[in-house]
């Protein structure tokens, strides 16, 4: 049972250009969300994150969009540049669940092209 | 400024044996989160802990699979008796007290059991 999806495994994007990360959720308890950047052989480092109190944080060239009647959360990199190519996580969790670790989504694999 | 640490970062064990996972956190961050992630699959979370105590386990299998966070030294995941469905990538996290969320991950250790 995916609570939290990601449905594209893979994006390609042209450098310079928007890249738009999806991500999907279905436990409307979550009420924190996270991106996490991957490359191969690292582990996943934090990017930006938004409370459900908010629909919209942005830092630098990342923004991240939260609509919650949709359940829906999407990541924004512009413009897009060829070392953000990597393994983008959506992440959630339920502040009110009592402690325990993030939801991740499967991944999606950005491909910034030259 | 030493980020999160695991060792090793490869190990290979022959089913039946046993595996250690090291975990040192981040300096001054007193909670230690292990994810595991399977091929083609999202980080899924297994154990949170502080020290000296396991705060929540919900997402650890019943059987094999242990973990400790003692007062010296690094956290420890231990899998016992290792079938090659445990071949995987493991990773620790750490946090600091007042702000779970923005987890801090190590480079992962990658298990394979032969």
């Known amino acids: 049972d995916q609570q939290v999806k990601q449905n594209s495994p893979s994006l390609s994007v042209q450098e310079g250009r928007i890249s738009i990360l999806n991500c999907d959720y279905t436990n409307s308890m979550f009420d924190y969300f996270l991106w996490y950047k991957k490359y191969p052989a690292e582990g996943p480092t934090f990017l930006i994150s938004i409370s459900s109190i908010k629909d919209k944080n942005e830092d630098g060239r990342f923004t991240v969009f939260l609509n919650k009647s949709a359940k829906h959360l999407s990541l924004h990199i512009v413009p897009s540049q060829p070392g953000d190519s990597a393994v983008y996580f959506c992440a959630a969790d339920n502040s009110g669940g009592g402690a325990d670790g993030l939801t991740f989504g499967k991944g999606t694999h950005l491909i910034i092209q030259p | 400024n030493a980020g999160v640490m695991q060792n090793p970062r490869h190990l290979v064990r022959r089913r039946g044996q046993e595996a250690r996972l090291r975990c040192s956190p981040m300096k001054g961050h007193s909670h230690v989160y292990w994810y595991r992630q399977l091929p083609e699959e999202g980080l899924k979370f297994m154990v949170y802990?502080?020290?000296?105590?396991?705060?929540?386990e919900s997402g650890m299998p019943k059987e094999r699979f242990s973990a400790e966070f003692p007062k010296e030294g690094p956290s420890i995941l231990r899998i016992q008796q290792v079938v090659r469905g445990d071949s995987a990538a493991y990773f620790c996290a750490s946090s600091p007290k007042d702000s779970f969320y923005e987890q801090y991950f190590g480079p992962g250790t990658r298990l394979t059991v032969t």
């Open positions: 802990l502080q020290k000296e105590n396991i705060i929540d």
